[in-house]
């Protein structure tokens, strides 16, 4: 069974830093390609980050300079380090494969900055 599970979420003032995990389990972790993606309400979901399985990254323009991503193949885990954090970086955020699989989203972690 594939589970995808966030965490790391919370309330954050504007400026602070959040550092999301994404626990991977029923696939070969290591041999995928890992995005996250983040979804506030009446939108849709938008990327945030990739890293390929050689730790080559991607990041939207929208968080360049201010997040990073990673991974540690040995705990088939995916981070998200977010910096300066926005207000307009509240959302709900998720992982999934890349390219991302229907059946793979979690609940996702919610990420609420305040001003």
């Known amino acids: 069974q594939v589970q995808l599970v966030e965490s790391g979420g919370g309330l954050v003032q504007a400026g602070g830093s959040l550092r999301l995990s994404c626990a991977v389990s029923?696939?070969?972790?290591?041999?995928?390609?890992m995005n996250w993606y983040r979804q506030t309400p009446g939108k849709q979901r938008e990327f945030v980050a990739r890293?390929?399985?050689?730790?080559?990254?991607i990041l939207a323009d929208s968080v360049k300079g201010r997040f990073t991503i990673s991974r540690d193949n040995a705990k088939n885990t995916v981070y998200l380090q977010m910096n300066s954090l926005k207000p307009e970086d509240t959302a709900i955020y998720y992982c999934?494969?890349?390219?991302?699989?229907?059946?793979?989203w979690g609940q996702g972690t919610q990420v609420t900055v305040s001003s």
């Open positions: 999934n494969t890349s390219p991302p699989r229907q059946g793979y």
């Open positions: 029923g696939i070969p972790f290591s041999s995928n390609a």
């Open positions: 890293i390929f399985t050689g730790a080559t990254s």
